[in-house]
């Protein structure tokens, strides 16, 4: 597999004529890649250091739009600047895009260069730089499904989103035949991702119709983040030049099961998994136990960091593989954590919580967050939930943003480890999603009651 670039390697294509573009993209609150395309010989000479950006692109929606309410940064405030600080060590080429490389950049405040602390890259390395002072390091793996559909995003977007038709016509849950039929996209994506040195270990169909799966190998929580975002943003790019479409909406359609974004999670040192204890009937160790019961204990809290959306709430539902309790369970795929490598040294936590359209970076700043408390608190674990977590008198993920906002705001677990200022931005994303869709008239109100109400 291709490494990433260094900078040497970098000067060097550029003199030869191979690199003539350098992508500088900052990751905004919705998870996105925002920035700009440089030429690479304005990159090696002065843009490596810095660039500029406006600092709306961290106060911003889905349509970036301009929402008061945001204390870091408004119109009486003027929208001034933000610094993007280039991270050498994410520089990689991008072979989907001829003659292009990819940097990712850090956001820093353009008066003092201290890191902006609601930036998404700032808030997970946070909670890093807490487990390193533990004598920890994060390993994670994030699961990307999403829809791939027959028509383009242009088609279905002059349509208006009516009539979409995946590219399938049955479930393709690891059927060979089907997701042959789709090589035609899934292939490049596979090969392009890992020839950016993104460790790409496989793709699959999943249990919907026109549904796909990436897989990607562990690595440290900043390369997760950082690996899901990228591939996230290559794979929409790599179906538009196919002339297919993909989404990463949790729930497209009433009637399909939704996309999820799993997170496995454990914690090293020394290069060994301290989650694994031999002398365990599980193989768990104390660690994992009260890392896991502080995931469980806060899960209402930051589900807002897993599922940020209206449509996030959507894909709670019964008998879908989503989860909607936050009980654990050894293998158990109607749980919110599944504890997953039981009894072997890869035993781990997968919070089967988070949708598709999740941030990598804040939801696993989240998890971190939790199972840092559960650990600070030798929190003991419950015991293993055992057969359908779907039913029973147990303790439910929050059913609506509205909750979810709710939960966040009153968080005192997460103000404190992400602090207040990081808390409120956040807690008034989720209020802005709840205004804009309050006042939007759907077409499920106007077919109910035009004519019957």
């Not at 090969?191 to 460790?199: E, R, Y």
């Not at 960091?305 to 894909?315: E, G, Q």
Request: aromatic share 10%; charged share 25%; proline share 4%.
């Amino acid at each position: 597999m291709q490494a990433p670039l260094s900078f040497d390697d970098l000067k060097s294509r550029v003199a030869a004529g191979d690199i003539d573009t350098v992508l500088v993209c900052l990751v905004d609150m919705q998870g996105r890649l925002m920035g700009k395309r440089l030429h690479a010989a304005h990159f090696i000479a002065s843009a490596w250091e810095e660039t500029h950006c406006c600092n709306y692109l961290l106060a911003t929606d889905l349509e970036m739009a301009t929402p008061g309410g945001y204390a870091a940064t408004s119109w009486e405030k003027g929208y001034g600047d933000y610094v993007m600080k280039p991270d050498l060590s994410s520089l990689r080429p991008v072979p989907w895009l001829d003659g292009t490389v990819m940097v990712l950049c850090d956001v820093l405040d353009h008066h003092t260069h201290e890191e902006v602390p609601h930036s998404p890259r700032s808030v997970l390395k946070k909670q890093v730089r807490r487990l390193e002072e533990m004598g920890y390091q994060a390993m994670m793996a994030t699961e990307l499904e999403f829809f791939l559909f027959e028509k383009s995003f242009d088609q279905i977007r002059k349509e208006k989103f009516r009539d979409l038709e995946p590219i399938s016509g049955y479930n393709e849950d690891y059927h060979m035949l089907q997701t042959t039929k789709e090589e035609h996209v899934m292939r490049p994506i596979r090969n392009h991702l890992f020839a950016a040195g993104i460790p790409v270990e496989n793709s699959k169909g999943e249990a919907e119709t026109g549904q796909e799966e990436i897989n990607i190998r562990y690595a440290s929580a900043m390369a997760t983040a950082e690996h899901h975002s990228i591939a996230k943003h290559a794979i929409k790019e790599i179906a538009f030049q196919q002339g297919h479409a993909v989404t990463f909406l949790p729930k497209w359609h009433h009637d399909k099961v939704g996309s999820s974004s799993h997170v496995h999670q454990s914690l090293w040192r020394d290069g060994q998994n301290v989650f694994h204890d031999p002398n365990d009937a599980l193989g768990m160790s104390d660690l994992m136990k009260s890392y896991m019961a502080g995931l469980i204990a806060h899960a209402g809290d930051y589900t807002y960091f897993l599922a940020p959306y209206i449509n996030s709430y959507k894909r709670f539902q019964k008998g879908t593989f989503a989860p909607t309790r936050t009980v654990w369970s050894v293998d158990n795929r109607t749980a919110g954590f599944r504890l997953c490598g039981a009894g072997t040294g890869s035993v781990r936590v997968e919070c089967r919580i988070g949708g598709s359209d999740m941030n990598p970076y804040l939801a696993m700043a989240a998890l971190l967050s939790a199972g840092i408390w559960g650990i600070e608190q030798g929190l003991p674990l419950s015991p293993p939930f055992n057969g359908d977590a779907y039913e029973g008198d147990l303790s439910h993920i929050p059913g609506t943003l509205r909750d979810a906002r709710s939960a966040l705001h009153r968080s005192a677990m997460l103000r404190e480890a992400l602090g207040d200022d990081v808390v409120d931005h956040y807690v008034r994303a989720a209020e802005w999603e709840i205004e804009e869709f309050d006042r939007v008239v759907t077409d499920y109100e106007i077919a109910r009651g035009f004519e019957r109400a």
